[in-house]
């Protein structure tokens, strides 16, 4: 991933509402919550305004106007310019385009499971998917609900959710099963190291060698 003059996510947010019309970073912040973006970019919007100046350094937004509502505090309207659209566009096709390998925390506990007896992971592994299959029902009634109303290219991103979902829940009940079943190689290896706090010859061979 290139290294970019504005590199949040709030600052593709912005970017992206302001292709549709000048707005300010209320109004901003109004239509990204409306359309659910808040979770799909995971936006911390008290920078919110600070993004929008740095946007604006930069040349990727542009002040129109200063409107003023009653008695509330003048608001500068902002508008996309040809860099920022330029911007956006290869923001999007990087992030569409180049496979995220970024490590999950998910990923780093499986990493080191073996600190714990595998009959916790096993529980644990069950609560987790307690809270998945949750997540699915849920993510699969909230974009029926949608598709009511709202075309599939603007649920696209749900759809993929529901989908990662789905496949993560199989494969933790796989591995549940098969650390249930013992089919799994090394899980017996694994509850005697928990038990006595002896490693296997094999593994203590290769611990060793690690730190030569």
């Not at 992206?16 to 019309?21: D, F, K, P, V």
């Not at 829940?169 to 706090?197: C, H, I, K, N, Q």
């Amino acid at each position: 991933m290139k290294r970019r003059k504005v590199g949040n996510m709030l600052g593709l947010a912005v970017l992206s509402a302001l292709l549709e019309r000048p707005m300010h970073p209320y109004e901003m912040a109004t239509v990204l919550r409306e359309r659910g973006k808040e979770a799909d970019l995971k936006i911390k919007w008290g920078s919110l305004y600070t993004v929008v100046g740095n946007l604006e350094k930069h040349g990727f937004v542009a002040a129109v106007e200063s409107v003023r509502d009653g008695g509330r505090p003048e608001r500068t309207i902002y508008r996309l310019t040809d860099a920022g659209r330029a911007e956006l566009e290869d923001w999007v096709a990087e992030l569409l385009g180049e496979p995220d390998l970024e490590p999950t925390k998910f990923r780093a506990g499986l990493s080191i499971m073996a600190s714990l007896g595998p009959d916790e992971v096993v529980a644990l592994l069950a609560t987790r998917l307690v809270t998945l299959d949750e997540r699915i029902e849920q993510q699969s009634a909230a974009l029926d609900a949608a598709r009511a109303e709202v075309p599939r290219l603007f649920l696209v991103e749900g759809e993929y959710e529901l989908a990662l979902l789905r496949a993560e829940a199989e494969w933790v009940r796989g591995l549940r099963r098969d650390l249930t079943s013992g089919a799994l190689p090394g899980v017996a290896e694994w509850r005697r190291y928990r038990e006595t706090g002896e490693l296997p010859e094999d593994l203590t061979a290769f611990a060793e060698g690690g730190q030569e």
